[in-house]
Each structure stands twice: as structure tokens, then as C-alpha cells.
T-cell receptor, first 115, second 112 residues
Framework: EPEVTQTPSHQVTQMGQEVILRCVPI?????FYWYRQILGQKVEFLVS????????KSEIFDDQFSVERPDGSNFTLKIRSTKLEDSAMYFC?????????????FGPGTRLTVT | QKEVEQDPGPLSVPEGAIVSLNCTYS??????FMWYRQYSRKGPELLMY????GNKEDGRFTAQVDKSSKYISLFIRDSQPSDSATYLC????????????FGAGTRLAVHP
């Protein structure tokens, strides 16, 4: 069964450093998303991406964040200058283009620890 | 008032019990409703997806949406220890760009 994959599973970085979180969505899906979950809190929407551009972003997704689809398979989230409060699980999700495009399938997540 | 409210539990039931999990919401523009299951430190796994009001059944799982009451439910029949997880409700606004709004999740423990 096709699935969303994410790398790395765990990333430790120092405050102020840049990190790139990587995702490979399900191959026939055209909508891509990033969510995050701070430990013990709700899953929160960060950004949605379609047709090589951001379709919606939350207030969390400020100028330190960016997303990119550098090739036909990868979808990345870059955090330019990490802060302690960026420590969280980051989930990538994807959905297909028609009919069931509201059904979002999540990857296993990347645990980001900022020290 | 929070957009989506969900009792965090924990909910502890014996194996074989019928489990009822619920969410309420405040915005009547929510149109699409999902239930996800999340095991500890894993990604949410889609269980059920319903559009507007009504029931949907899939094996031991039944999802109900009551838009007039702004209330959704997930029922699990013949619960198993492997059902022990956190259950998240999530919703999408009509006309939205597929942004999922999640509840806090209900932690369920099914004991043998």
C-alpha cells in the first residue's frame, strides 16, 4: 500500500541553525501539507501546497518557514533559523487531486529537537 | 470558544466493549469530517471520512455526523487491545483549501 515517507525520523539542531525536513508524498497525489504537533498538544496546520505554490498557510508559518517541491517526488519544509519553540513533531501529508482529495494521508513524522 | 472540542480522556474500557468517541464544533461551515488514529509518537492514520450529515460504517467502525447539533461521533464495536491509541477528530471548512482543523484527541485504552 502506498504511503507517505519522511526523513529524518529525528533531527537535533542548535538554536539559530537551519533545518530541512523531507517528505515523499504518495506518488499520484497532487496536494501536499505540513502539520506540526508540539508534545501534548493538538496537531496544527502549517501550510498547504498545490501546483507548485502555497495555497494556504497558517499564522505559525512565518518568514522563517518555506516549502519547496524540488523534483517530482520530494516535498521539503525548511526552517531558516530555528527557535526552541520549534521543537515538535512535523508531519507531512498528501491527498489526491479529484474525488477523495479531502482524504489526507500522513507520514510517520520527523521529531525536531532544538537545543 | 475553541473551534473543535474533544474530551482528552483517558477512556479505559474492557476488551469487547463498544466505544463512543465524540467531538463538538462551533463553526457551521465545517463540511468534511475525519477520524484519525494516532499511536504514540507516530503519524495520524486515517480511519473514516464523511461528508456532511449521516452515518458511515467500515468494519467495526461507524462514524456519525449531526450537523444540526454540530456533533460528530466514532463508534468502535468489539474493541480490541490493539485499538488502544489516541483518536483525533478533524474537519475541513466548506470552500477551504483542505486545511484540517484537529481536536485535541481522546486517549483510549482497551484492556484484556
Amino acid at each position: 500500500e502506498p504511503e507517505v515517507t519522511q526523513t529524518p525520523s529525528h533531527q537535533v539542531t542548535q538554536m539559530g541553525q537551519e533545518v530541512i525536513l523531507r517528505c515523499v508524498p504518495i506518488s499520484n497525489h497532487l496536494y501536499f501539507y505540513w502539520y506540526r504537533q508540539i508534545l501534548g498538544q493538538k496537531v496544527e496546520f502549517l501550510v498547504s501546497f498545490y501546483n507548485n505554490e502555497i495555497s494556504e498557510k497558517s499564522e505559525i508559518f512565518d518568514d522563517q518557514f518555506s516549502v519547496e517541491r524540488p523534483d517530482g517526488s520530494n516535498f521539503t519544509l525548511k526552517i531558516r533559523s530555528t527557535k526552541l519553540e520549534d521543537s515538535a513533531m512535523y508531519f507531512c501529508a498528501s491527498s489526491e487531486s479529484s474525488g477523495g482529495h479531502y482524504e489526507q494521508y500522513f507520514g510517520p513524522g520527523t521529531r525536531l529537537t532544538v537545543t | 470558544q475553541k473551534e473543535v472540542e474533544q474530551d482528552p480522556g483517558p477512556l479505559s474500557v474492557p476488551e469487547g466493549a463498544i466505544v463512543s468517541l465524540n467531538c463538538t464544533y462551533s463553526n457551521s461551515a465545517f463540511q468534511y469530517f475525519m477520524w484519525y488514529r494516532q499511536y504514540s509518537r507516530k503519524g495520524p492514520e486515517l480511519l473514516m471520512y464523511t461528508y456532511s450529515s449521516g452515518n458511515k460504517e467500515d468494519g467495526r467502525f461507524t462514524a456519525q455526523v449531526d450537523k444540526s447539533s454540530k456533533y460528530i461521533s466514532l463508534f468502535i464495536r468489539d474493541s480490541q487491545p490493539s485499538d488502544s491509541a489516541t483518536y483525533l477528530c478533524a474537519m475541513i471548512l466548506s470552500g477551504g483549501y483542505n486545511k484540517l482543523i484537529f481536536g485535541a484527541g481522546t486517549r483510549l485504552a482497551v484492556h484484556p
